[in-house]
């Protein structure tokens, strides 16, 4: 027998998902709910008219709109960020006798490298280059160096990826690559047993984070592996991931530029090393770490461009934290510790 049609199952009454919190704002937005219906926003709350019922007039239900958080919301142009330096380019991107226009945090500036050395227009507090970075100082920095013992170690082979943007703020990414539960359930890379509870510990200007990744493996064999993320406010990270049976090493420095409210430039630099008394890496295998780091940053921001978080709640009860979540929470109270000495004069 052919089933031509199915008669429709849907509710016309009750409580209906119809759009993400961040996509209500002021202009209507079209939305479905319960075969058809239309939402317009109000003060406070987002009404939605539902299907009638058969016999019965169509009547608006309230959806209640999301609290506020209880704690501020670090975002791309919170103002303790004129006092740390910041990623504005990599150095080969701004040559000699040439200029290069940038945006940082909602203003936009022209750099030059001159004989004399580097400068910004407007004036800065300082530019300077480390690392294989250009970095801008809008005024007196009160930020602490991120330190990266490999570069420069001949031991290591090292790629820069091509600078790449996401759409919204560095604070939600920054915490995104935090996650421990990152490659593993993210990307689909180096299944581990469960999710591993980090060991944070406090720093000045931020903190590392150590996880032991097993995957079936013994210490010392080649499925077992040790990660260290180190953060310094406000959006510096290194990942060293170290396998103790061969001595081979792996570290990414990620360094992310606030351009606007809206916008994150983000730097990404691997630094790789095959273990003491090994030859460097061959060039296939760089290539093929490069082209996974790339893959796993493209999804990173895909997914983020989804949510479009402007900022990063600082309040911890804004949001649900577990165990394996410690450096989100680590890093929440670092941004929050950066924003209040930046204010102290």
């Known amino acids: 027998m052919d089933v031509t049609g199915v008669p ?33 926003p109000g003060p406070g709350r987002t009404a939605v008219r539902l299907p009638p019922t058969p016999g019965s007039e169509p009547r608006p239900e309230a959806v209640p709109a999301p609290d506020p958080p ?10 303790s960020l004129e006092h740390a330096w910041h990623p504005v380019a990599l150095s080969r991107e701004l040559r000699p006798g040439g200029w290069l226009q940038v945006r940082l945090l909602g203003r936009t500036w022209a750099l030059s490298r001159t004989p004399d050395g ?62 421990v539960a990152h490659l593993p359930f993210v990307h689909g890379r180096a299944a581990a047993t469960g999710v591993p509870a980090p060991e944070v510990t406090p720093e000045p200007g931020g903190f590392s984070s150590v996880t032991e990744h097993r995957r079936d493996g013994a210490p010392g064999s080649d499925e077992h592996r040790v990660a260290t993320w180190t953060h310094r406010a406000p959006f510096r990270l290194r990942l060293r991931v170290e396998w103790p049976g061969s001595g081979a090493v792996t570290t990414r420095l990620v360094v992310l530029q606030p351009e606007d409210a809206d916008s994150t430039r983000v730097y990404t630099c691997l630094l790789l090393s095959s273990g003491p008394g090994q030859p460097l ?65």
Do not use: Y
């Open 70 to 79: 209880s704690a501020p919301v670090f975002g791309d142009l919170h103002p």
């Open 118 to 179: 580097l400068s910004a227009d407007p004036p800065a507090w300082g530019v300077r280059e480390r690392l294989g970075l250009v970095w801008l100082a809008p005024a007196e920095p009160r930020d602490v160096p991120l330190e990266l013992p490999e570069h420069g170690d001949r031991r290591f082979v090292t790629r820069w990826l091509t600078p790449s943007r996401s759409a919204g703020g560095a604070g939600p990414l920054a915490d995104a690559l935090l996650d």
């Open 281 to 345: 890496p061959a060039p296939d295998a760089v290539a093929a770490e490069v082209a996974a780091a790339e893959q796993e940053l493209a999804e990173d921001l895909s997914l983020l461009a989804r949510a479009a978080a402007a900022g990063l709640p600082l309040g911890p009860r804004d949001e649900l934290h577990v165990r394996a979540d410690r450096p989100g929470v680590a890093l929440r109270r670092a941004l929050s510790a950066f924003a209040r000495a930046a204010t102290i004069r």
């Open 8 to 40: 429709s199952t849907a509710r016309s009454t009750g409580w209906f998902p119809v759009a993400r919190a961040a996509e209500v704002g002021t202009t209507p937005l079209p939305v479905g709910a319960g075969g058809r219906a239309r939402v317009g």
